[in-house]
């Protein structure tokens, strides 16, 4: 997802009786679906859990620029080129929301951004792959974004009110620019005999990386239990993904495009979509700072950064000098 | 409407519709790269509501064209020779201070074009400029902000922002000279002739500069050749090598 494998601030959940007062009390609100609020009272991990989610989920809106932006000069049309711009403005308003989220936490956006910038936090690891050809622009909206819904569709219930709101504004964009790249994906498939090569290799080389959005299995996720108690995360890892194969599979059937899973099959038993494991091996690798476009989408962030701080100085000390003419005025 | 010249209406349509096409194409390179979050978006802002200008412009060029012309084709389909924007908007982006610089200097321009288009006789072109000029007013609020308080920071942002006006001042001279094409509109009502914006682009922008404590350069030579087609920079082929592709390489496909 935007954010994955969140390390829980803490291992393992409190009994009732091991918690405080003040723990028990926080512990109740959540279950009854009460929202902690900025000045509300919570445990630090909880605060901690939170501050690396919602960072990584704004670090990941903001450097999934990147691969999109890879391809607005190149767009086809101008009603394309003027969509994918839209789209673009819009994930950097997400990044924004979810910086502001983060600061009600009191974590800045400067912090963040400085711990994303020395390798000490991340963003999806969807973002490290590469944008290739112009059917990816179609299937990054449908696929990615559609994956981004099904997670934060659940996490419009999580219990940290300032992050379930995030989640909303942002939702209603997300459908939209899923829409969006679903009708992109269209017009490949249904295009030139070229066009549709070019579908078919995006779907090839995006299905596994979106599906590893979700992060690894259940069983080999340590980290949900205590999010989970915390209404953090609501729904697990598998739950979504299976969810969002069931809901994808149709679609890529109605495009005309060969399954880009051989095992991907219907279970009349389930009611479920099977389908075939990722190489996990490649999703901690990508993880790990491995995958196809680490370190340039890092690098390019950090120059964005470094190379705009005389922007930022000079903006901030004209502020200054404004500030102080403003007080001799009066 | 006095009969103007169709092949003139044209001519001076594609030289609006131009320059935001390939200035909204230069501020689209910004994308992700700016030094902070809300640069990012007012960019993207900017390059979409350019995108949106040209689709409009290019649009009703393509209308008056006829044989099947569109706005698409127009932008994807002619060569350098054929484009008609100023030699400003196809330059470089530079730092971000020589973004915004160029940035300023055409929204002035243009605030103060479509402040006059609004009464042209020509009533589509008259609700184009109505259409976008409150845009363009944000644009320009936008970008003099942005130079003032560069001009006006810390000494480097100021060294930059003097460079910066120092290399695109040559080049705003050519969106004020006045051909057969301006004659036409003139004539017909439709446009007025650029040399009588000059004034009050010279008062604003001086002010602006007077704010943001720069000088703007004496020089009285100008740099021509974009909107007549006769002399582009080097830089329009690669903007086009790159906006152009796909439009290129898989003709007739829909997109
Ligand atoms: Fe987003
Ligand atoms: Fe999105």
């Known amino acids: 997802m935007y954010a994955q494998m969140i390390k829980t601030a803490r291992a393992g959940i409190k009994t009732r009786d091991e918690m405080s007062d003040l723990e028990r009390d926080f512990q109740d609100k959540i279950d009854r679906d009460i929202k902690i609020e900025p000045r509300d009272w919570m445990p630090d991990d909880y605060r901690a859990t939170l501050i690396r989610q919602i960072g990584q989920h704004a670090h990941s809106e903001v450097v999934g620029q990147l691969p999109e932006g890879n391809w607005i000069t190149r767009a086809p049309t101008l009603e394309r080129k003027a969509i994918l711009l839209a789209k673009v403005q819009d994930e950097a308003g997400h990044g924004l929301y979810l910086y502001s989220a983060a600061e009600t936490l009191g974590e800045s956006r400067d912090e963040l951004t400085r711990l994303l910038h020395e390798g000490k936090m991340k963003y999806s690891s969807i973002f490290n792959y590469p944008t290739l050809n112009w059917a990816d622009m179609g299937a990054v909206g449908w696929l990615v974004d559609g994956a981004a819904i099904v997670n934060q569709v659940a996490l419009q219930r999580t219990s940290y009110g300032p992050y379930a709101r995030a989640m909303v504004r942002i939702c209603k964009e997300e459908s939209f620019h899923a829409r969006q790249g679903y009708h992109a994906m269209m017009k490949m498939a249904f295009g030139t005999p070229e066009q549709k090569a070019m579908a078919q290799s995006a ?14 299995s259940d069983a080999e996720s340590t980290h949900s239990e205590q999010s989970m108690a915390w209404k953090i995360k609501v729904k697990s890892n598998d739950e979504l993904r299976q969810q969002y194969i069931d809901q994808t599979v149709p679609q890529i059937e109605y495009l005309g495009l060969d399954l880009p899973d051989p095992s991907l099959k219907w279970n009349e038993e389930t009611g479920h979509y099977d389908y075939g494991e990722p190489d996990w091996s490649e999703f901690f690798d990508v993880i790990k700072g491995n995958g196809p476009c680490n370190v340039d989408r890092l690098r390019n962030r950090v120059k964005a950064w470094e190379d705009g701080a005389w922007v930022r100085d000079g903006l901030m000390a004209h502020a200054r000098k404004k500030a102080a003419a403003k007080v001799a005025a009066q | 409407m006095t009969q103007v010249d169709q092949n003139a209406l044209t001519q001076f ?29 007012a960019l993207a802002n900017t390059a979409l509501d350019l995108i949106g200008q040209t689709q409009l412009w290019l649009g009703l060029a393509a209308e008056v064209k006829g044989n099947d012309s569109s706005a698409d084709k127009l932008a994807f389909l002619r060569d350098a020779w054929d484009f008609r924007n100023v030699l400003l908007v196809e330059l470089p982006n530079g730092d971000f201070g020589q973004t915004l610089m160029r940035q300023f200097l055409f929204d002035a321009w243009q605030s103060i074009m479509l402040g006059r288009l609004i009464k042209s006789s020509d009533p589509r072109i008259a609700a184009i400029a109505e259409k976008v000029s409150k845009e363009v007013t944000y644009h320009v609020e936008r970008s003099s902000g942005t130079v003032v308080g560069l001009g006006d920071g810390t000494d480097e942002s100021h060294a930059r922002m003097q460079v910066a006006l120092d290399y695109l001042y040559p080049y705003v001279g050519e969106m004020f000279l006045s051909d057969d094409t301006d004659a036409a509109m003139v004539q017909a009502g439709i446009a007025p002739d650029p040399s009588s914006l000059r004034a009050e682009y010279d008062a604003l922008v001086g002010k602006v500069m007077a704010e943001a404590t720069l000088v703007i350069p004496d020089r009285a030579y100008t740099h021509k050749g974009g909107r007549t087609g006769y002399m582009h920079t080097e830089h329009l082929g690669h903007i086009l090598t790159s906006m152009q592709w796909l439009q290129r390489t898989y003709p007739g496909a829909e997109w």
């Open chain 1, 203 to 216: 779907l090839d080389r995006l299905w596994f990386p979106s599906i590893m959005m979700f992060g690894p």
């Open chain 2, 13 to 41: 349509l594609l030289r609006l519709g131009d320059n935001t096409l390939v200035l909204g194409h230069r501020v689209s390179e910004w994308c992700g790269h700016s030094p902070v979050l809300e640069e990012d978006i």
